[in-house]
Nanobody, 121 residues
């Protein structure tokens, strides 16, 4: 049974930082592409960062230069370091498996329950 459990969300002031973690079990973590999605109220869920097993990261334009995705294969954990946070980063953030082919990322089958990130102005 695959489980993805996010942690690290919370309330932070604009300009601050947070680090999200996603503990993964039930799959061969080191060989799976992983990513972070977010969904703001009334908006669609979008991929903000992806990391393939080959180590080619993806960032959406809205977070490029501020967010960093990383993984610790020994700990089966995915991270998202978020710096210079803005109120528009407020959303529920989800960890998910991805499919990676033709140099693009696609949603996989497994999702975490989400963690709320709120950035106050």
């Amino acid at each position: 049974q695959v489980q993805l459990v996010e942690s690290g969300g919370g309330l932070v002031q604009a300009g601050g930082s947070l680090r999200l973690s996603c503990a993964v079990s039930g799959l061969t973590f080191g060989s799976v592409a992983m990513g972070w999605y977010r969904q703001a109220p009334g908006k669609e869920r979008i991929l903000v960062a992806g990391h393939s097993s080959a180590g080619r990261p993806y960032y959406s334009d809205s977070v490029k230069g501020r967010f960093t995705i990383s993984r610790d294969n020994a700990k089966n954990t995915l991270y998202l370091q978020m710096n210079s946070l803005k109120p528009e980063d407020t959303a529920v953030y989800y960890c998910a498996t991805l499919a990676y082919y033709n140099e693009k990322y696609y949603p996989g089958a497994d999702w975490g329950q989400g963690t709320q990130v709120t950035v106050s102005s």
